[in-house]
């Protein structure tokens, strides 16, 4: 008998397998929000040689599913210019989605004499504006996303409208370096006449430093005076990487004016700390506070 027994439970586990009764596949996972994101800019960046060199450099900084996947950056973002007498700090949270962003004034004044400051700033998706009305030299149009895209090369170069052209390799402080220029279509961001020229580590296919253009406000010029000349290059290093979240970013910037193919005098600086990129957002600190100014376009 138990030999028998034996026997029809084999047969019947060997018809369940075989015949219309047999448990159906399981289903694949439907693939996650940022996987479905990272599949489509790795399509765009795949269609070209300095696209590739950008999706690299993604990768070797963190991932294109893991920039995805992080709902925020979030950083204190310090910034200093002699030649405008000036320098700020603000803690900055961005939506990385929509792209809106805010950001707590900390201090404000010249590169030798910043004093501590309670102000604030935000750009709501629709307009930009700044806490007091009267705080002096921080345009909250440039400023609301300008700290963060510098923080968020390469990850915010796999957005749709963007180019890629590749360069010919360059020397820099005497290691050689992959390089690939990025410009942007009409119509994106408020400056789409910027470019940036990245140098990549071919090593380890890290950013090591960025040239660029900015082209914000150029346009704008009184009735009378003269157009201005095309915008000057500007040599920045990415310096101090660490790594929040799963994402290499630097917590150092040195900045050089660059001309005729030459690195020139110092122009700026700029430090990031206490970096995350799961911080919740606050819709709330989108709202202007009474007694602040929004900040329109140069020239409206």
């Given amino acids: 008998m138990p030999a028998a027994r ?27 929000p940022a996987a479905e994101k990272a599949a489509e ?24 599913e893991t920039w995805y996947a992080a709902p925020t950056s979030s950083a204190c973002w310090e910034y200093s210019n002699p030649g405008a007498e000036m320098r700020f700090r603000s803690c900055m ?57 510098f923080s968020q090369i390469p990850f915010v170069l796999a957005d ?23 410009t942007f279509g009409s119509g994106v961001g408020d400056a789409p006449g910027d470019h940036y020229i990245l140098y990549i580590d071919p090593a380890d296919q890290m950013v090591r430093a960025i040239r660029y ?12 005076k003269k157009a201005a000349g095309p915008p000057r290059e500007t040599l920045f290093y990415y310096e101090d990487y660490a790594t929040a979240d799963g994402l290499k970013t630097p917590q150092h910037f040195n900045g050089f004016w660059f001309d005729d193919g030459k690195q020139g005098e110092f122009k700026n600086e700029a430090w990031a ?17 009474e007694g602040g100014r929004v900040q329109p376009m140069p020239g409206e």
Avoid at 46 to 58: D, F, H, P, T
Avoid at 161 to 182: A, H, R
Wanted: charged share 20%.
């Fill in 213 to 224: 253009t900015v082209t914000f406000g150029r346009g704008a010029r009184p009735a009378g």
């Fill in 41 to 64: 800019a790795r399509a765009r960046l795949e269609a070209s040689e300095g696209g590739r060199l950008v999706l690299a450099a993604i990768e070797a900084h963190g991932g294109l």
């Fill in 273 to 289: 700390t206490n970096i995350s990129y799961s911080q919740p957002f606050d819709e709330s600190k989108l709202a202007m506070p």
């Fill in 93 to 149: 949270t961005v939506d990385n989605q929509t792209r809106r962003a805010y950001h707590d004034l900390e201090a404000l004044g010249t590169p030798d004499d910043p004093q501590p400051y309670e102000g604030s700033f935000a750009w709501d998706g629709e307009q930009a504006w700044i806490f007091p009305a009267d705080t002096p030299k921080v345009n909250p149009r440039f400023w609301a996303l300008t700290g963060f895209y």
């Fill in 6 to 32: 034996t026997l029809l439970l084999a047969v019947t586990l060997l018809c369940w397998a075989c015949g219309s009764g047999a448990p159906p596949a399981a289903e694949a996972p439907a693939p996650s």
């Fill in 160 to 182: 749709p409208g963007v180019s890629y052209e590749k360069l010919p390799d360059e020397e820099l402080d005497g290691k050689t370096y992959s390089m690939v220029k990025c």
